[in-house]
């Protein structure tokens, strides 16, 4: 019996595309030189897909695929597939969280370690010699007394609260709505919470609400003397502002594992001293997105079997 068609619109890792392998003919969109002919080549028989939270599923793509049933997305960030499109069509889209909660969790608490204690900084005077012949690099800030405002407090924003705890840290948290039985105060006001705290971490979904809600407005409440922390999506951030902001001295400093145009950073960005840059590393250790892979190919060999799926978003 012929195996069902999949459209893999990204590369993944050898073990999860073998995976894939054993129920489904794969077929890889992002090798083809002319992706509209290779896509209506497969259209007519491809019922699944297999994508990544940066390349998603576009209207367009679901559009041209008239037997598609399900978009299986790798990462908890589903922002790239269409789902208005998706919920059109009836095709469901689901995506892996909850496996990568404990890494972006640690992630984020390195960054915010790395930016208060000046890690990088104390690393590279170290190697240029300069412990030696200038003496002591000199005092920092720490973690500990300090607030975090959490926007975003979903299950890695509540994981994150969980090791700033961890820190002797205060927790507060601002979104859409208060959350029951959540031990930690609430902010209908984002700007009122930055003026409130120390730390302002970003761990809230790309859509359309978000998009600029970290505003000049918020990052001049956190003021000259806080940090901002995004782990979330480039996009939630005011990036001009956030910029002009860190080169005046009216935010104190800024911890980011995502950009507006990833992979492109400014240079304006790039050359403070008072940031922590990573290339979108949140979830990247073996261990993590292995288990990412495996839950893409859970969820789509669920569906094959007519079984619920695992992580459905819709």
């Known amino acids: 019996m012929a195996k069902p068609d999949l459209l893999q619109v990204c590369s993944f890792a050898e073990p999860v595309e073998a995976a894939l392998a054993e129920d489904f003919t794969l077929h890889r969109?992002?090798?083809?030189?002319?992706?509209?002919?290779?896509?209506?080549?497969?259209?007519?028989?491809?019922?699944?897909?297999?994508?990544?939270?940066?390349?998603?599923?576009?209207?367009?793509?679901?559009?041209?695929?008239?037997?598609?049933?399900?978009?299986?997305?790798?990462?908890?960030?589903?922002?790239?597939?269409?789902?208005?499109?998706?919920?059109?069509?009836?095709?469901?889209?689901?995506?892996?969280?909850?496996?990568?909660?404990?890494c972006v969790a640690e992630t984020t608490l390195a960054l915010m370690l790395a930016l208060c204690h000046r890690v990088p900084q104390s690393d590279a005077y170290v190697r240029a010699g300069r412990w030696e012949s200038e003496g002591t690099f000199g005092l920092t800030d720490e973690l500990t007394g300090t607030r975090a405002g959490i926007l975003g407090l979903g299950r890695i924003g509540k994981t994150i609260a969980k090791l700033c705890q961890a820190f002797n840290m205060e927790v507060v948290y601002h979104g859409r709505n208060r959350q029951e039985h959540v031990p930690y105060p609430y902010y209908a006001d984002l700007a009122e919470m930055a003026k409130a705290v120390d730390w302002l971490i970003v761990i809230a979904p790309g859509t359309e609400e978000t998009k600029g809600i970290v505003s000049r407005k918020v990052m001049e409440a956190l003021g000259s003397k806080g940090k901002l922390v995004n782990m979330g999506r480039g996009s939630l951030v005011d990036e001009p502002a956030m910029i002009a902001l860190l080169e005046t001295g009216g935010l104190g400093g800024a911890a980011l594992d995502v950009f507006a145009k990833e992979p492109h950073v400014p240079e304006r960005l790039r050359a403070l001293q008072n940031v922590v840059l990573l290339p979108h590393q949140g979830s990247a250790t073996h261990k993590t997105r292995a288990a990412m892979g495996q839950l893409v190919v859970k969820n789509l060999k669920a569906?094959?079997?007519?079984?619920?799926?695992?992580?459905?978003?819709?």
Not at 64 to 80: R, T
């Open 29 to 102: 969109y992002f090798e083809a030189d002319d992706k509209e002919a290779f896509l209506k080549k497969v259209a007519p028989t491809t019922r699944f897909i297999a994508t990544g939270g940066h390349h998603g599923a576009s209207r367009d793509m679901i559009a041209a695929l008239p037997n598609l049933e399900i978009i299986s997305s790798f990462g908890v960030g589903y922002d790239a597939v269409d789902v208005t499109a998706a919920k059109e069509h009836g095709v469901s889209v689901t995506n892996t969280p909850d496996v990568l909660n404990d």
């Open 303 to 314: 569906h094959l079997r007519g079984e619920p799926l695992i992580s459905p978003v819709v």
